[in-house]
């Protein structure tokens, strides 16, 4: 990728005019250029000077609400305003406890995800795929990656995969290159005939709990489960995890792909983080996951996290960016973990 396409791309990202990113890396540049300063230093100034640069941040009101946390009880203190166009802004809260991300104040309905133009453009809110089909082969190559990493991972052999929000079938098809059986359940219908008409895949039109009550997919059968970036528009996480670890056969594992709440970027661009959009209803952390997942009869047993674009690139090094990712704060984060055999 050239510069030109990387500035783009995370202008876009941030949802950002590009000359705005131009000359904030320029401005960084002159304060701090790479190589002369330390990591934390260079934190601080990115920081500080996002903060004169983005378009988004909002004051945070006195009376901005706190609330308790839905899953350790602390307190959920309010940390980011977003600007929303002619609307009250989004209110994010963090909490103190387990470090789980609350939307406290202007979310949408999730009726969205049940209409073909979630698939066919973003909202002013930047929910929904502006060129999901266009990304297929790009979709298809992380499944591969992200099975991969499950496989390396699982203690027992994946023969069935069971995919939550499977949309196009893009990491099924993914799956099926790697010799497992599938199935998929999606609440959008249009995605279910798209899955069909590219692969030849069955959806089922529901959530998990309809695919449940409707008997259509067999408990206690599958090896592996996934939810790519799923759990984040859920009203009731925990229900859910509840639910998958029903589906799951003994010994078997889930996959959750998830904004992460710890990630660098979101202490660097406060309001202009890339997740805070008015459909995700939470950000997670590693032991807020631990917490929802072992309540639901599951062991996490593995934790990792990447970046489909580095942000923080020209800014921090490779080698500072491959760590990041490693400790868990590069903005997606991956854990896995295994149903209990009894
Ligand atoms: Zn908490």
Redo the contacts with the bound molecule.
């Keep these: 990728m050239t510069e030109e396409q990387h500035s783009a791309l995370a202008a876009r990202t941030l949802s950002l005019e590009e000359p705005r990113w131009r000359q904030f890396r320029a401005a960084f540049a002159h304060r701090c250029p790479l190589g002369t300063e330390s990591f934390a230093q260079r934190v601080r100034v990115l920081t500080e000077l996002w903060q004169t640069f983005s378009p988004h941040a909002s004051p945070l009101e006195k009376i901005s609400p706190e609330s308790d946390?839905p899953?350790?009880?602390?307190t959920?203190q309010p940390i980011a305003a977003r600007r929303k166009h002619n609307q009250a802004p989004l209110i994010y809260g963090a909490?103190?406890?387990?470090?789980?991300g609350v939307l406290l104040q202007g979310g949408i309905a999730g009726t969205i995800y049940q209409q073909a133009s979630y698939y066919q453009h973003r909202d002013a809110g930047n929910a929904g795929y502006e060129r999901y089909l266009a990304e297929r082969a790009y979709r298809e190559a992380k499944g591969r990656r992200l099975l991969q990493w499950m496989v390396n991972h699982a203690q027992r052999k994946l023969t069935t995969l069971l995919e939550i929000g499977s949309g196009f079938g893009f990491t099924r098809a993914a799956a099926e290159q790697l010799g497992m059986v599938t199935a998929g359940v999606d609440v959008n219908p249009f995605a279910a005939r798209m899955a069909a008409a590219i692969y030849g895949q069955m959806t089922f039109t529901g959530t998990l709990a309809d695919a449940s009550a409707a008997t259509a997919i067999e408990p206690h059968h599958w090896d592996a489960m996934l939810y790519l970036f799923v759990l984040e528009h859920l009203p009731t996480p925990q229900e859910e995890l509840f639910l998958a670890a029903q589906m799951l056969a003994p010994g078997g594992v889930l996959a959750l792909v998830v904004p992460n709440m710890q990630a660098l970027e979101r202490e660097i661009f406060g309001a202009s983080y890339r997740s805070f959009r008015h459909d995700h209803l939470w950000l997670f952390s590693v032991p807020?996951l631990q917490?929802l997942l072992e309540r639901a009869g599951l062991t996490l047993i593995a934790a990792a996290s990447e970046c489909n674009i580095r942000l923080l690139s020209g800014f921090l090094t490779e080698q500072e960016l491959n760590q990041l990712e490693l400790d868990c704060r590069a903005a997606d984060l991956l854990v896995l973990a295994e149903r209990k055999s009894s």
Aim: glycine residues 14%; hydrophobic residues 35%.
């Design positions: 946390c899953v350790c009880d602390a959920v909490c103190r406890g387990c470090g789980l807020s917490l």
